[in-house]
């Protein structure tokens, strides 16, 4: 079993859809959570690190579910930009740092 | 404002040639990182450093090498190039502390024929 995975997608969703990414982990020492984005043929950025108590920035909310031990990423009013592969990454108190292969997400006008 | 560099960013290898990729990054950060992401892949970790002359394996380090030298610097060198090498690398560096951003360079795009 990975220790990071994802649901692969695609997701193809209208514009203007909210659609929903999980990502769920198996270590339990993990201590810090974050989403990545990456478009085709370039590098993956950071989009939000995701907190505890949940956090939003403009469309994009990421919840942390400790006791299941999965994060989500939800994206609301999708936009043709957000078309993308996110990535999931876990941080251990070890700091490492381990990512998901991704879901890769098209938005269709 | 350069953050990660890598170079070369394209580079044709016959098997069994030998090549060194470089990275460079101006951030002062302790950990460095090489990828390879394989064509709708998901990324996979080679080597790692968590500090100048310090390195270490990741998931996948067979067939690879690396130096840390200087702390902005992480070279990976492959000694004798497969095929199966084919693939786009990416070096990353970070704080290293839980809460730290990866930052990646643009990739470099690696194919041996």
């Known amino acids: 079993r990975k220790e990071v995975e994802q649901d692969p997608g695609p997701f193809n969703v209208p514009e203007g859809a909210t659609v929903a990414f999980n990502c769920t982990y198996s270590n339990s020492a993990s201590q810090s959570f974050f989403w990545y984005r990456q478009d085709c043929r370039k590098e993956p950025k950071l989009l939000m690190s995701v907190y505890s108590s949940g956090n939003e920035d403009g469309r994009f909310t990421a919840q942390l579910n400790r006791a299941s031990q999965y994060i989500s990423l939800l994206i609301r009013d999708s936009k043709l930009s957000d078309s993308a592969t996110y990535l999931c990454?876990?941080?251990?108190?070890?700091?490492?740092?381990?990512f998901g292969d991704g879901t890769t997400l098209t938005v269709k006008p | 404002n350069a953050g990660v560099t890598q170079t070369p960013k394209f580079r044709v290898l016959k098997t069994g040639q030998s090549m060194t990729l470089l990275c460079a990054q101006d951030?002062?950060?302790?950990?460095m990182y090489w990828y390879r992401q394989d064509p709708g892949m998901g990324l996979r970790l080679i080597h790692y450093?968590?500090?100048?002359?310090?390195?270490a394996k990741g998931e996948v380090p067979d067939g690879y090498n690396v130096s840390r030298l200087k702390k902005q610097n992480f070279l990976l060198g492959l000694e004798s190039a497969a095929p199966s090498q084919t693939s786009v690398y990416f070096c990353?560096?970070?704080?290293?502390?839980?809460?730290?951003?990866?930052?990646f360079g643009e990739g470099s795009w690696l194919t041996v024929v």
């Open positions: 951030m002062n950060h302790e950990y």
């Open positions: 450093s968590v500090g100048e002359g310090t390195t």
């Open positions: 990353a560096s970070s704080r290293g502390d839980l809460g730290n951003t990866i930052y």
């Open positions: 990454v876990v941080n251990t108190n070890a700091g490492k740092s381990t």
